[in-house]
Protein backbone atom coordinates (compact mmCIF):
# COMPACT_ATOMS: atom_id res chain seq x y z
CA UNK A 1 0.00 0.00 0.00
CA UNK A 2 1.60 3.53 -0.82
CA UNK A 3 1.87 5.65 2.09
CA UNK A 4 0.07 8.84 2.63
CA UNK A 5 1.95 11.92 1.20
CA UNK A 6 2.46 13.37 4.20
CA UNK A 7 4.83 10.42 5.86
CA UNK A 8 8.10 10.81 5.40
CA UNK A 9 10.71 8.35 6.85
CA UNK A 10 13.59 9.76 8.46
CA UNK A 11 16.78 8.57 10.48
CA UNK A 12 15.24 8.85 14.44
CA UNK A 13 16.56 12.40 16.20
CA UNK A 14 16.55 13.84 19.60
CA UNK A 15 13.09 15.31 18.89
CA UNK A 16 11.32 12.33 18.34
CA UNK A 17 11.99 11.29 21.99
CA UNK A 18 8.58 11.17 23.15
CA UNK A 19 7.01 9.67 20.27
CA UNK A 20 9.64 7.22 19.86
CA UNK A 21 8.75 6.11 24.15
CA UNK A 22 5.30 6.02 23.18
CA UNK A 23 6.04 3.51 20.02
CA UNK A 24 8.24 1.73 22.03
CA UNK A 25 6.51 0.74 24.60
CA UNK A 26 3.77 0.10 22.83
CA UNK A 27 5.94 -2.57 21.02
CA UNK A 28 6.74 -3.82 24.09
CA UNK A 29 3.32 -4.06 25.33
CA UNK A 30 2.12 -5.52 22.22
CA UNK A 31 4.67 -8.72 22.80
CA UNK A 32 3.92 -8.73 26.61
CA UNK A 33 7.30 -7.88 27.53
CA UNK A 34 8.02 -5.63 30.67
CA UNK A 35 10.14 -2.97 29.77
CA UNK A 36 11.07 -0.11 31.84
CA UNK A 37 11.94 3.74 31.56
CA UNK A 38 15.82 2.66 32.09
CA UNK A 39 15.47 -0.22 29.24
CA UNK A 40 14.12 2.47 26.69
CA UNK A 41 16.67 4.81 28.10
CA UNK A 42 19.79 2.22 27.46
CA UNK A 43 17.98 1.78 24.45
CA UNK A 44 17.84 4.96 22.96
CA UNK A 45 21.56 5.39 24.26
CA UNK A 46 22.33 2.74 21.78
CA UNK A 47 20.40 4.28 18.87
CA UNK A 48 22.53 7.26 19.63
CA UNK A 49 25.82 5.67 19.90
CA UNK A 50 27.83 5.43 16.36
CA UNK A 51 29.93 2.40 17.96
CA UNK A 52 27.17 0.71 18.77
CA UNK A 53 25.14 -1.66 16.33
CA UNK A 54 21.34 -0.57 16.66
CA UNK A 55 20.07 1.74 14.20
CA UNK A 56 16.68 3.88 14.07
CA UNK A 57 14.73 5.12 11.51
CA UNK A 58 11.06 6.55 12.01
CA UNK A 59 7.95 7.45 9.69
CA UNK A 60 6.96 11.05 10.79
CA UNK A 61 3.33 12.38 9.87
CA UNK A 62 2.32 16.05 8.32
CA UNK A 63 2.57 17.19 11.84
CA UNK A 64 5.99 16.11 12.37
CA UNK A 65 4.91 13.29 14.87
CA UNK A 66 6.49 9.75 14.55
CA UNK A 67 3.86 7.37 14.18
CA UNK A 68 5.63 4.12 13.41
CA UNK A 69 9.55 2.83 14.06
CA UNK A 70 12.17 0.44 12.82
CA UNK A 71 15.18 -0.80 14.38
CA UNK A 72 17.82 -2.35 12.45
CA UNK A 73 21.40 -3.49 12.40
CA UNK A 74 23.90 -5.52 10.21
CA UNK A 75 25.01 -8.61 10.17
CA UNK A 76 27.24 -10.74 8.60
CA UNK A 77 26.05 -13.72 6.99
CA UNK A 78 29.36 -15.90 6.60
CA UNK A 79 27.79 -18.40 4.49
CA UNK A 80 27.05 -16.06 1.80
CA UNK A 81 29.66 -13.83 2.28
CA UNK A 82 28.13 -10.95 2.72
CA UNK A 83 25.89 -8.88 5.04
CA UNK A 84 22.52 -7.97 5.40
CA UNK A 85 20.34 -6.37 7.37
CA UNK A 86 18.60 -7.49 11.00
CA UNK A 87 15.03 -5.42 11.57
CA UNK A 88 14.64 -5.77 15.26
CA UNK A 89 11.80 -4.20 15.79
CA UNK A 90 8.73 -2.82 13.37
CA UNK A 91 6.27 -0.88 15.20
CA UNK A 92 3.11 1.46 13.84
CA UNK A 93 1.24 3.44 16.14
CA UNK A 94 -2.41 1.50 16.28
CA UNK A 95 -4.28 4.41 15.41
CA UNK A 96 -2.71 4.63 11.99
CA UNK A 97 -2.42 1.16 10.91
CA UNK A 98 -3.41 1.26 7.31
CA UNK A 99 -1.85 4.56 6.33
CA UNK A 100 1.24 2.94 4.41
CA UNK A 101 3.61 4.19 7.68
CA UNK A 102 4.60 0.23 7.39
CA UNK A 103 5.38 -0.14 4.35
CA UNK A 104 7.29 3.68 3.47
CA UNK A 105 9.61 2.10 6.95
CA UNK A 106 10.33 -0.97 4.76
CA UNK A 107 11.22 0.91 1.31
CA UNK A 108 13.13 3.42 3.25
CA UNK A 109 15.40 0.25 4.62
CA UNK A 110 15.76 -1.10 1.46
CA UNK A 111 16.77 1.93 0.32
CA UNK A 112 19.36 2.16 3.01
CA UNK A 113 20.52 -1.88 2.13
CA UNK A 114 21.06 -1.16 -1.57
CA UNK A 115 23.08 1.90 -0.48
CA UNK A 116 25.52 0.02 2.27
CA UNK A 117 25.45 -3.10 -0.23
CA UNK A 118 23.49 -5.22 2.36
CA UNK A 119 22.22 -8.12 0.77
CA UNK A 120 18.74 -9.09 2.70
CA UNK A 121 16.83 -7.88 5.13
CA UNK A 122 15.81 -10.91 7.80
CA UNK A 123 13.42 -10.82 10.73
CA UNK A 124 11.35 -12.57 13.12
CA UNK A 125 7.76 -12.66 13.90
CA UNK A 126 5.76 -14.47 16.39
CA UNK A 127 3.67 -16.79 15.12
CA UNK A 128 -0.02 -15.42 16.23
CA UNK A 129 1.11 -11.91 14.84
CA UNK A 130 -1.16 -12.14 11.98
CA UNK A 131 -2.24 -9.28 11.18
CA UNK A 132 1.68 -8.37 10.66
CA UNK A 133 2.39 -11.73 8.79
CA UNK A 134 -0.23 -11.02 6.29
CA UNK A 135 1.72 -7.81 6.01
CA UNK A 136 5.04 -9.45 5.62
CA UNK A 137 3.60 -12.11 4.00
CA UNK A 138 2.51 -9.47 0.94
CA UNK A 139 6.27 -7.88 0.63
CA UNK A 140 8.61 -10.75 1.65
CA UNK A 141 8.76 -14.58 1.37
CA UNK A 142 8.85 -16.53 4.28
CA UNK A 143 11.71 -18.28 4.82
CA UNK A 144 11.72 -22.14 5.50
CA UNK A 145 14.03 -21.25 9.04
CA UNK A 146 12.68 -21.91 12.57
CA UNK A 147 14.45 -20.23 15.08
CA UNK A 148 16.03 -21.54 18.61
CA UNK A 149 16.93 -19.44 21.63
CA UNK A 150 18.97 -20.12 24.44
CA UNK A 151 18.66 -17.88 27.31
CA UNK A 152 21.56 -16.98 29.35
Known amino acids: MPASPDIRIV????????????????????????????????????????????????????????????????????????????????????????SGAADALIEALKGICKERGWAAIRWLTAEDNYRARSFYDRIARKTPFIAYQIDI
Do not use: S
Not at 20 to 30: H, Q, R, S, V
Open 11 to 98: PLAPEHRADWEKLFAGYAAFYKVAQTPEMREQVWGWLFDPGHEAEAIVAVDGAGRAIGLAHYQAFARPLGANTACFLNDLFVDPDVRG
